[in-house]
């Protein structure tokens, strides 16, 4: 199995908001982006999953759906 790094950028938001955007990169060990990696984000207050795939050049975006 190969050790993935997901890095995460999340935007800043005010206080009173309660969702955003959030953008990563999934690369392999050997600094290689990975393209096509399931990408899952849990809300730990209510067990919300949100899911992407990464692209080909290895991001995901995953942004809020209302």
Do not use: D, H, K
Not at 5 to 17: D, E, P, R
């Amino acid at each position: 199995m190969r050790n993935l790094l997901f890095l995460v950028a999340a935007s800043m938001a005010w206080a009173q908001t309660t969702n955003g955007t959030i953008v990563g990169s999934v690369w392999e060990s050997s600094g290689l982006a990975v393209s096509g990696a399931a990408v899952r984000l849990t809300q730990a207050g209510t067990g919300v999953v949100r899911g992407e795939v990464s692209s080909g050049w290895g991001t995901a975006r995953v942004e809020p759906r209302g």
